[in-house]
């Protein structure tokens, strides 16, 4: 059974677009998935199946100036005025739509990339309400930000808020192609190095990934890294509350690898229980991996079965 839902966006402008997938069985629990930067829900759909064969519903939507949601509110890229908790927000009210029609269901949270940011921001305000999370395709300390901060900051005084420099994101993200051998076509080599992947991420017409991102987004979006760095982050985030790590050794956005064990450490040394797996040789979507993707979602199911 799939229903597609509707709902009022925290930034008081949109309407955003989810779906809730439901499996035709008593299901075990439900899996709210946080899509990353520049995409949309759809292209976990492998994973999605994967999750409700082992029965648990998949709740997706598209964020604010992102896929459905960006097409039907015309907004590629803009994602409001209200700061950079939004799309956490709008997660939250998301949630409370799935529990209104599936309530009492042991509740849990996947954030790939920008969704694991968002999942993150999450756990600290709402963690309690969760049985646990996985943040996938995660980030310590991300390169630039700080300093591509400062030049958002003087667009935005400039009265450029809602206009778009693409200089902004090729700044914050150009040093994540430093391990991309192939070289730089397409100009998002650094999720995964299988050409096939590149090329359905690029010509996708639900993935804004290749569109300009309005500067107070950018500022937004990096808000949202800086206010998840840290202890002062992890002692936020509830101690009973599972958590999974999981990425590619190789994925930029976790520094590879070095920036996935700094998010670990901090939670364990904030008394966290964390589990953390890297798979060698792989960069961002190791949930789109050929090799690998199978492998993910059985390691998805298995943590999600343990905490039942």
């Known amino acids: 059974m799939l229903h597609e839902v509707k709902f009022p966006s925290f930034n008081n402008r949109d309407e955003v677009t989810g779906w809730i997938y439901v499996p035709a069985c008593e299901p075990e ?75 009492d269901l042991p509740y849990f949270m996947f954030g790939h990339s920008m969704g694991s940011m968002i999942a993150r921001d999450f756990s600290t305000k709402y963690g309690d309400e969760l049985m646990g999370v996985i943040y996938c395709g995660t980030t310590g300390v991300f390169a630039n930000t700080r ?25 914050l993200f150009g040093w994540m192609f430093s391990r991309c051998d192939e070289g730089v076509k397409l100009g998002n080599e650094w999720i995964c190095h299988d050409p096939y992947v590149q090329k359905d991420h690029a010509e996708d017409p639900f993935d804004a990934f290749t569109h300009p991102c309005h500067n107070i987004s950018v500022r937004d979006f990096i808000d949202m890294m800086l206010c998840i760095e840290g202890k002062e982050w992890a002692e936020k985030v509830p101690t009973d509350l599972p958590i999974l790590l999981i990425a590619g050794d190789q994925d930029p956005v976790g520094n590879f690898g070095e920036g996935v064990y700094t998010c670990a450490n901090w939670l364990i040394d904030t008394g966290h229980d964390v589990i953390t797996q890297l798979y060698p040789g792989f960069r961002h979507e190791i949930h789109n991996y050929d090799e690998i993707k199978f492998d993910v979602e059985t390691t998805l199911v298995e943590w999600l079965t343990m905490q039942l």
Not at 51 to 71: E, K, P, Q, R, Y
Not at 147 to 171: L, T
Request: glycine share 12%; net charge negative; proline share 3%.
């Open 147 to 171: 300093a591509v901060r400062e030049k958002v900051d003087a667009a935005v005084a400039a009265g450029k808020a809602h206009e778009a420099d693409p200089a902004f994101v090729g700044e």
């Open 29 to 103: 629990g439900v899996v709210q998935l946080v899509h990353g930067f520049g995409e949309h829900s759809r292209r976990y759909f492998h994973m999605i199946v994967a999750l409700m064969d082992a029965g648990f519903i998949v709740a997706a939507n598209d964020h604010v100036g992102h896929g459905a949601t960006a097409i039907a509110n015309d907004t590629w890229g803009d994602w409001g005025d209200a700061g950079p908790h939004t799309m956490m927000e709008d997660e939250k009210r998301f949630k409370d739509v799935v529990c209104k029609k599936y309530p």
